[in-house]
């Protein structure tokens, strides 16, 4: 920790907390919004003599950073950025000075990098090894490369608008990269969910300290390098403006800090205005301003220009309405057209390629250089946020994305049943299970039955020496293997696996056609392996099962451990049928009818919510559906299961107590199996249907 960083300031209620990096909330009101503070004056008799010969990296101002040196081991020589004038621009729009802070020259091609750099140093040294993060695409590019490098396993929730090529590159890095289908903020929210419910650090982005204070350099950087370029007098200078395209407003918050701390130890003689410029689609800090509001109504964007998608800045604005109303600053937005325009503009007229979200911050200063907005001789910066590289597709193929669908038919459920849904698939798609077995028509049917269940991630190894390899690599979650194989067999597997601390956690479930010695089976137990005989279809459907309720996946409890599948369980393995019914009476006569007939398992749901949860957790054959019922009604939860492209295979009977017009019935009837109307309610031909449903 630098020296000099003397305390954290809650935002919120002004309360003084101890210079902790590791604080996520303030103890005294709960804020998360929190600021470190340093000494001033102690570090203003050493700037700027002391930092001019050091190293050109943002590391060069670390008195004031919460971190007093580069963790070595991750650093990449972030920051320091040339500040380079915009000639043609000057000329086109008779105009000087513009500069431009070329933040492409990051690591990861962005301005996020200085944040990632901090942020993922601090985890670092907190000895965290696994992070959450929602991006719009940079960060998440960015966070993914420092946590490549220092070792932390990234979760890096992106939402589906985010180019393919960004999603890819993060995958390179390594990131476990989520794309969900929502907004921005969803993300973010279904982000927030994930890591508490898997007790994963949360990263805290522009309300936490690292973040800020990383931006700040940009503050530090441009006073220091406009000074040199601009005075002969050795001291720093602010410019005039500071423009950047904003989408939660990290990047102005922190380099308005950082203005302020040098203008507080009396470095620079002025402040610079703010241009905080949005896409138009997207513009709610731009429209609470202009309104004169406070606080700022979230928006659902409607921009092309994902990266800068925060519909609910939150706490954010009223932060940047204050500094922008302090010194004279604007807020304005910028049609897409227009952004693409001047993205070309710039382009083709002074070498610098930029992605859309810059070119936002450009079109901004066009229109501000063309309503005179900026006056004669001000000296302008505009941040250069970034232009990213891209990976390409055949390096990574298709399976570098989990896909969380949060909208049913582009509309959003927003319900908190949708997300727990949507967080379980997840949890089943970042599960990875490994199959070892030399034969693979029976890796085919364990794989084919798994992902009829659930979507978990299925690696395959034909022997126990592939399977090892694979296991060191990246171990999985479970292991399913078979006894006899050639080169190394299951027992020698088990027995290395067991042997080393790395592995020996991992869960081993035994599939085997053998039939087993005394010893053969002792030694299995040693190991703390299940043991399951293959036996075609239902065994295997059975071993399935038994494998998600291991993997403590929402099967019920009673799925009992080291158990060998026999012809009687196999006969057990009844269909289950989820009965959802408001009415006792109704209920009871379908279960009567139902079990009367021996031949399935019936479980029972008294309104559509606990419906809906019955179906996640059971993945029943077949769902027995009435209309009109309490918390959610019968077409919600249809809706629902159409949404996920596993439960919209489970038939569905709607039995309705309600006439139906004709054209709800033909509508049902895309949906569900058959639709059955309780006044002309037929046990016969209940039953009929049902058999000819699940065959
Ligand atoms: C290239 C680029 N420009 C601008 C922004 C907006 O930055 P801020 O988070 O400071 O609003 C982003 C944010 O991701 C970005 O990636
Ligand atoms: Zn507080």
């Not at 939660?248 to 922190?254: A, D, H, N, S, V």
């Not at 800045?313 to 897409?336: F, H, K």
Request: aromatic share 6%; glycine share 8%.
């Amino acid at each position: 920790m630098s020296v000099y960083f003397t305390q954290i300031a809650c935002l919120q209620c002004g309360q003084s907390l101890p210079p902790d990096l590791n604080l996520l909330r303030c103890p005294a009101c709960g804020s998360p919004w929190l600021d470190a503070r340093y000494d001033y004056a102690a570090v203003a008799q050493q700037w700027p003599s002391v930092v001019a010969s050091r190293d050109r990296s943002l590391w060069r101002y670390a008195e004031l950073l919460p971190l007093a040196a580069p963790v070595e081991t991750i650093t990449m020589g972030e920051g320091y950025t040339s500040l380079t004038r915009l000639y043609a621009y000057e000329t086109l729009y008779n105009h000087q000075p513009i500069f431009v802070k070329d933040e492409r020259q990051g690591p990861t091609s962005s301005f996020k990098d200085r944040q990632a750099a901090l942020a993922v140093m601090a985890l670092h040294q907190a000895g965290i090894h696994e992070c959450v993060l929602a991006s719009t695409g940079n960060a998440g590019a960015a966070y993914a490369a420092y946590c490549a490098r220092a070792g932390i396993k990234l979760w890096l929730f992106l939402t589906s608008l985010v180019p393919s090529e960004k999603m890819r590159e993060a995958a390179l890095y390594g990131a476990e990269v989520v794309k969900v289908s929502g907004t921005y903020d969803e993300t973010k929210h279904v982000a927030a969910e994930f890591a508490q419910r898997k007790g994963i650090h949360l990263d805290g982005g522009a309300k936490a300290v690292p973040g800020k204070e990383a931006m700040k350099t940009l503050a530090f950087e441009i006073a220091e390098q406009l000074g040199l370029k601009l005075r002969q007098d050795g001291r720093w200078q602010a410019p005039d403006w500071y423009i950047q395209a904003v989408s939660g407003g990290i990047g102005p918050l922190g380099v308005w800090k950082g203005f302020s701390e040098l203008h507080q130890m009396g470095l620079i003689d002025h402040m610079p205005k703010l241009g905080i410029i949005q896409a138009a689609g997207c513009a709610p800090m731009v429209q609470a301003f202009a309104a004169g509001k406070e606080q700022a109504d979230p928006v659902i964007p409607r921009t092309l220009i994902t990266v800068l998608a925060t519909g609910d800045p939150g706490y954010s604005y009223p932060q940047l309405r204050q500094a922008v109303l302090s010194n004279g600053g604007v807020m304005r937005a910028i049609e897409d057209g227009a952004t693409f325009e001047a993205m070309r503009r710039l382009a083709s007229k002074t070498g610098f390629s930029v992605e859309p979200a810059t070119a936002v911050a450009f079109a901004g200063l066009e229109a501000m250089l063309q309503d005179k907005t900026i006056q004669p001789g001000e000296v302008v910066v505009v941040n250069c946020s970034g232009h990213t590289f891209t990976a390409e597709s055949h390096i990574l193929g298709d399976q570098y994305v989990h896909d969380l669908q949060l909208s049913v038919n582009g509309k959003s459920p927003r319900t908190q049943d949708g997300l727990d849904a949507a967080i379980r698939i997840l949890d089943e798609q970042v599960t990875t299970i490994l199959l070892v077995d030399d034969n693979p028509a029976d890796r085919r049917l364990v794989k084919r039955l798994l992902h009829r269940y659930k979507q978990y991630r299925v690696s395959e190894a034909s022997n126990g020496a592939e399977a090892l390899k694979i296991i060191r690599e990246e171990p999985p979650d479970l292991v399913i293997t078979d006894l006899t194989m050639p080169e190394m067999d299951g027992f020698t597997l088990l027995e290395t696996l067991k042997q080393h601390p790395g592995t020996a956690h991992i869960p081993v479930v035994v599939a085997s056609a053998k039939t087993l010695s005394e010893t053969d089976a002792r030694l299995l137990e040693s190991y703390d392996a299940s043991v399951w005989t293959k036996g075609g279809e239902t065994g295997t459907r059975q071993l399935v099962e038994y494998v998600a309720g291991a993997l403590g996946h929402f099967l019920p409890k009673e799925s009992s451990p080291h158990k060998t599948v026999t012809a009687e369980v196999i006969a057990a393995a009844k269909p289950r049928v989820v009965i959802i019914e408001d009415n006792p009476l109704e209920r009871r006569l379908a279960r009567r009818l139902l079990e009367s007939d021996g031949s399935f398992q019936v479980i029972e749901a008294v309104d559509g919510r606990e419906g809906l949860k019955a179906i996640f957790e059971h993945r029943p054959d077949l769902v027995i559906l009435d209309l009109m019922l309490p918390e959610m009604d019968g077409l919600t939860v249809l809706q629902a299961l159409q949404g996920d492209e596993y439960l919209r295979e489970i038939p569905v009977i709607v039995v309705s107590a309600k006439e139906l017009t004709q054209a709800e019935r033909d509508q049902l009837r895309s949906h569900t199996h058959s639709v059955m109307e309780k006044g002309a309610f037929d046990r016969e031909e209940f039953l009929y249907v049902v058999h000819n449903i699940l065959g």
